[in-house]
């Protein structure tokens, strides 16, 4: 019987609930919101509202005044920063002619609310006053954000605020929205715009999966060249601690440890000689290991958890140094052992453990696990979920918006060739952390996007917004009004098509993926350990198309490929290159509209030239063979002249091809370099040690940088083609007296 880890089974389960809801078994998502109809937008959607029917001007009349709190309290830091930078309204303190803006803190404003209440708020709007009561700090400054979402600016320039009254509150205590880092280093500015956004929306804890992106004092050697030193660690966790959000860092082991294995100082560590796990019966791993927690310990002071992981460690006992027999039982033990002595020791440091608790933990076992640890993957499977319940562990309702997919995730379902997953990515979102936490104790939700495949983190944001909506008030409102209320709060109000856009780019990057054969690597060796479940001897595979045909002396015949096989594909990259270029049209059209966040657009932008060139690309594969069979037709009816020109036109078409790539990709890389440092840089003497990884198929692992969004197009190998033809070409116009037309065949020299 194959085991599945609880990421997959979470997944399963999230599918099986979608089922469900299609053939009515599950509650159908709700009706648009009384807020929405009214035309205002607010994520998260707040609880209880109560609305009055009138609409209240916000204007310099208006002033702020605070009961109990200081004035250098963020929350009011924000409301006047807000009000000046996007509507230009400046508030002064409030005096007896003006209305007010009252900003307080009163335990028990929001009664009985648990572990939840200091995070509760109430928001009063009348014509002469308005309330923002907090039970607690984070509450005053959630009411604030709720506040600034609902200023309305009517088409006069006025601004406009619905008399209501506003209980709020979040279902989940902990919500986690999930920054993976493994693949790109973002910087500094880059990390506290996603904070000053993901406070907005109130998330109150990020994962932060640091690898290779910290200096790890103690052992140097394993952050990468410009990876981030101890005090900016400190500078963006204490940046999110004023938001009320904990930067908890995620740091992989004792598997995913290719980043700290690679490097030949730890080698002998290397579980069964791979570099994607470590020995656990080796002494010095368990060193290795928490001297790594200790320095991020000491880099990101005032948060209170740590994220563990011990995710995929399937071979846990495998090592050859280990005594006891490889079996079942030894091998959950061994992951117990591990976790009990990380949880000690983060424990001693004031830290909280978070991990997956999952394969090849067996639920037997689970009552040896100390209680205070937090399972980071709440699933579905009974025996694990009552196991923990019985020693009273609390879990974090998982859900991901990002696994495998290819430059843009699967926020929708979808039927059809073009696409490999049928479950929607936001539909599952709102069944996991609506529906999926009726068994359990869950004490959060964690919303993750795994970098692995290369996405840049802008096409994140819809999805991050689901989790930090459903993650405060599960079940409401619909996945089509959240869409509609993340547009309006991310960009500002006036763009247009927006769903167009998304689910666009979802198509392009679906035909994208889709379109490449995946043929079995010559470069990378065997590997184990995926999220599918255990396997060694996995076979690696790669991306790649085959070369245009090459054409054979003396007639010039060939053997049709994309005018052949590959027909279909190119009759698809025919409508995907239209589709492409209507979408390029309709990204420009917004991002001279966007109030805010523009630069998302502008990477959406990158993204739609960049499929837009895979569909030209393979259109010219295929004018490359019409080339090929003009040439031949000429060379059989004894025009040679023709046929050469026809061969010249052919090596010109793949020029073109290998051009507009590179100028592609360096716009890309323009754009995304904006946002993140360069990948696989080298700093200060120092290059980046990079080996091909054999371990898991990560798409962006495959270079140190960039270009391994363009790896897949090079293996083509249209460089090579073109000097193979071009020797056709000469030897055929030598027998045959005619001109080399090289002004056609000579290509722009690399740089």
């Not at 599918?15 to 205002?40: D, K």
């Not at 997953?421 to 599952?428: D, E, K, N």
């Not at 060796?525 to 076979?539: F, K, L, R």
Request: hydrophobic fraction near 35%.
């Amino acid at each position: 019987m194959i085991q599945l880890n609880v990421k997959c089974r979470s997944h399963l389960a999230s599918i099986i609930v979608t089922a469900l809801v299609t053939i009515g078994f599950v509650q159908a998502q709700p009706p648009p919101t009384e807020l929405f109809l009214e035309g205002f937008s607010v994520v998260p959607e707040p609880r209880n509202v109560e609305l009055t029917g009138s609409l209240i001007e916000l204007n310099s009349q208006w002033g702020w005044d605070t009961v109990g709190i200081d004035p250098g309290h963020v929350a009011l830091k924000t409301l006047l920063g807000d009000l000046s930078e996007v509507h230009q309204l400046e508030l002064r303190q409030a005096g007896a002619e003006r209305k007010t803006i009252q900003l307080k803190v009163q335990p028990g404003a929001v009664p009985d609310l648990g572990e939840v209440s200091e995070q509760a708020y109430q928001l009063i709007i009348t014509p002469e006053k308005i309330e923002i009561t907090g039970n607690g700090d984070p509450g005053l400054f959630y009411g604030v954000q709720t506040l600034l979402q609902l200023v309305r600016e009517t088409g006069s320039g006025r601004l406009q605020l619905p008399g209501c009254r506003i209980e709020d509150w979040p279902s989940f205590r902990l919500r986690f929205l999930h920054f993976d880092t493994k693949h790109h280093q973002d910087r500094i500015e880059t990390l506290k715009r996603y904070l000053d956004w993901a406070a907005r929306y109130k998330v109150n804890m990020i994962a932060y999966e640091l690898e290779d992106k910290f200096e790890y004092p103690s052992n140097p050697v394993i952050g990468a060249p410009g990876a981030f030193t101890a005090a900016q660690l400190q500078e963006i966790v204490d940046y999110g601690l004023e938001r009320f959000i904990q930067v908890v860092p995620d740091v992989q082991s004792p598997a995913h440890l290719a980043y700290v294995l690679k490097h030949p100082e730890f080698a002998h560590l290397r579980s069964d000689g791979n570099n994607y796990q470590s020995c656990l019966c080796d002494e010095e791993t368990y060193e290795l290991i928490f001297s790594m927690y200790e320095d991020v310990i000491q880099a990101t002071q005032g948060v209170d958890y740590f994220l563990v992981s011990t995710d995929e460690l399937y071979y846990a006992g495998i090592c050859e140094k280990c005594e006891k027999p490889y079996n079942p039982e030894n091998r959950s033990l061994t992951w117990v052992d591990f976790a009990r002595r990380a949880r000690d020791f983060l424990h001693e440091r004031g830290r909280r453990m978070i991990c997956w608790v999952e394969y090849p933990l067996l639920p037997e076992h689970i009552s040896l696990l100390p209680p205070d640890i937090i399972d980071g993957v709440l699933g579905s499977d009974p025996d694990f979920i009552n196991a923990e319940n019985e020693i009273g562990l609390r879990q974090l309702v998982y859900t991901s918006i990002q696994g495998g997919e290819y430059l843009f995730p699967n926020y929708w379902s979808a039927v059809g060739r073009d696409f490999r997953s049928r479950q929607g990515r936001l539909q599952s979102v709102y069944q996991a952390l609506s529906t999926g936490a009726r068994t359990g104790n869950p004490t959060g939700v964690f919303g993750a996007a795994w970098g692995d495949s290369g996405l840049h983190s802008e096409t994140f944001w819809l999805g991050w917004s689901a989790v930090a909506q459903y993650g405060w008030t599960r079940g409401t409102p619909s996945v089509e009004q959240h869409v509609e209320e993340y547009v309006n709060s991310f960009y500002g109000p006036g763009l247009s098509d927006m769903l167009q856009v998304f689910q666009g780019l979802q198509r392009q990057a679906r035909f994208y993926q889709g379109s490449w054969d995946r043929v079995v690597s010559r470069t990378r060796e065997s590997g184990y350990g995926n999220s599918n479940g255990p396997g060694i001897g996995i076979i690696r595979r790669d991306d790649t198309l085959p070369q245009p045909p090459l054409p054979q002396l003396p007639g010039l015949d060939f053997i049709p490929v994309y005018t052949g096989t590959y027909s279909e594909l190119v009759s698809r990259a025919r409508v995907m290159e239209g589709e492409a270029q209507n979408l390029i049209h309709l990204i420009y059209s917004n991002l001279s509209r966007a109030r805010q966040n523009r630069y998302s657009l502008e990477v959406f932008l990158s993204l739609a030239r960049f499929t837009h060139h895979h569909g030209r690309m393979i259109l010219s594969l295929e004018s490359i063979e019409n080339h090929l069979a003009e040439a031949s037709q000429f060379a059989a009816s004894d025009h040679p002249e023709r046929a050469v020109a026809s061969l010249a036109s052919a090596i010109r078409s793949a020029g073109i091809i290998i051009q507009d790539r590179k100028d592609t990709f360096e716009a890309l890389q323009m754009v995304w370099e904006k946002s993140r440092y360069p990948k696989g840089r080298s700093v200060g003497g120092r290059n980046f040690y990079h080996v091909l990884d054999d371990v898991k198929d990560h798409f962006a692992d495959r270079r140190p940088d960039l270009t391994y969004l363009t790896r897949p197009e090079e293996s083509i190998r249209l460089e090579e083609w073109i000097e193979e033809v071009t020797a056709v070409l000469r030897e055929y116009a030598g027998k045959h007296g005619v001109a080399v037309p090289s002004a056609h065949i000579e290509l722009e020299p690399e740089e």
